[in-house]
Structure formats: C-alpha cells, structure tokens
Nanobody
Framework: QVQLVESGGGQVQDGGIMTLSCVIS????????VGWYRQAPGRQRESVAS???????NLAAAVKGRFAISRDNDKSTVYLRMGRLRPDDTAVYYC???????????WGQGTPVAVSS
C-alpha cells in the first residue's frame, strides 16, 4: 500500500522554525527523488525542495538560505527544516516522490503551515 504521511505542520510566528517530516511506504524510496511542494491560497502548487538518491538537493530561490531538505533512507523519511519563516511561506505543504527514470508522481495528503506576523 502506497502511503506518504506528512507531519509537523501547524502555526508559527514570523521568524520561527518548523520541521516537516514525511514517512513513505510502499514505494522504492532509495531509488527515488523525494521532496516538498507547497500551495498557497489562490496560487499554483510550486516546488520547494527536493533531494536525489545520492543526496544532491535543490531548493527554490524563495527558500534558499532559510530551508533545508534531508532524507533518511533507513527510515524512508524526508524532512524539511524551515527557518526564518515568513507570512508568505503560509501554504499547504505536500510530500512528493518520483521514482528515478519514471514520470510517476506520488503525493501526500498535505500538511498546513501558517505563519503569522
């Protein structure tokens, strides 16, 4: 059974820190690109960060220097550490997985993050 289960969302104040986790099962985690997307109200879903099987990371320009992504292959878990949060980071954050060499995309149910000023 395929599952991508996010946790760690909630409310935080401007400038705060929050870490999201996503535990993935039923998919080839070690051979997949994993990452996070977000969707703010009235906006399209956008990529936030991703990490390849070998550890190479990619972060959106808007979060570089503030967010960090990491993966734990033993736990089939991907993390998003978010620092210096701003109100415009408010969105629903979705865990994402794509097996390397495919165009198959898998999504979590989303976890909301609200940053108050």
């Amino acid at each position: 059974q395929v599952q991508l289960v996010e946790s760690g969302g909630g409310q935080v104040q401007d400038g705060g820190i929050m870490t999201l986790s996503c535990v993935i099962s039923g998919l080839p985690f070690e051979d997949s690109e994993v990452g996070w997307y977000r969707q703010a109200p009235g906006r399209q879903r956008e990529s936030v960060a991703s990490v390849m099987p070998g550890g190479t990371t990619n972060l959106a320009a808007a979060v570089k220097g503030r967010f960090a992504i990491s993966r734990d292959n033993d736990k089939s878990t991907v993390y998003l550490r978010m620092g210096r949060l701003r109100p415009d980071d408010t969105a629903v954050y979705y865990c994402h997985l794509r097996p390397i060499g495919t165009d198959d995309h898998y999504w979590g149910q989303g976890t909301p993050v609200a940053v108050s000023s």
